[in-house]
């Protein structure tokens, strides 16, 4: 027969006693003790410096490192060159841009060409209720030439352009949420990073930094140890990767 279960005060409580317990001494030396190869450390720079767009420090550490990679690191200038255009609003010269890099990309990726088109579309209604008088006839004009017959063939998209129409029927300081955060330029680097992204893929290369990865599986394994009660030092991850 079984001991009867304890009553009385705290018998329900749970431990929080740690289950281990490591000072930051202890804890980097842990840390210390798992060996990285140089090859592998260089490896993951470079694939970090590549991606994120820095160019000439990649050139540099490519040639103080001594290693090679399989972009073209010139090409890491014009990818950054076309996310610059489309954060300043340049649509149209990402666009063009976009067309000299690789010719095939946005033929290829409707989805991304229709952001891109809208996107456009966005900076010119920002243009003309700049003004009381603004001229919508640009608008127009772009929405029927570039836009419509996307839309139609695309229940999405037609959702997408007639939601950012709207954005001539209101004024811009009083727009609702869904409409104002067309025009919020966070838009800008939405859209900027989907092109990116689209960009490296294209030329065989991850879309995301190996190091933000590992960022993310490290937040990831602190959770689990504080679920099962280790008390060590965190890393601040707020401002990393």
């Not at 952001?115 to 920002?126: A, K, M």
């Not at 127009?140 to 998209?157: I, W």
């Amino acid at each position: 027969m079984s001991a009867p279960a304890p009553i009385g005060p705290g018998a329900n409580n749970v431990s929080t006693t740690p289950m281990a317990s490591y000072s930051r001494e202890q804890w980097e030396s842990k840390l210390d003790s798992v060996k990285v190869s140089k090859a592998n450390l260089n490896a993951l720079v470079m694939n970090y410096l590549i991606i994120e767009g820095y160019q000439s420090a990649a050139l540099k550490f490519a040639q103080e490192a001594n290693i090679s990679s399989s972009v073209a690191l010139d090409s890491i200038d014009d990818r950054m060159q076309i996310r610059a255009a489309i954060h300043a609003g340049a649509i149209q010269e990402a666009i063009e841009r976009i067309n000299d890099l690789n010719p095939e990309l946005l033929d290829t990726n409707p989805e991304l060409h229709f952001s891109l088109l809208r996107l456009q579309l966005i900076e010119l209604i920002r243009n003309c209720t700049a003004s009381p008088n603004g001229d919508i006839q640009p608008v127009l004009s772009f929405a029927t030439t570039h836009l419509a017959s996307r839309a139609q063939r695309n229940p999405v998209f037609l959702t997408d352009l007639e939601r950012t129409m709207a954005l001539l029927c209101f004024p811009q300081d009083n727009l609702a949420p869904q409409l104002a955060e067309l025009m919020d330029p966070s838009l800008r680097r939405q859209v900027a990073a989907r092109v990116n992204e689209a960009i490296l893929e294209a030329q065989g290369v991850m879309r995301e930094a190996k190091m933000r990865g590992l960022v993310r599986l490290w937040g990831w394994a602190e959770n689990a140890l504080r679920q099962e009660k280790v008390d060590f030092p965190s890393l601040d991850l707020k401002n990393i990767a």
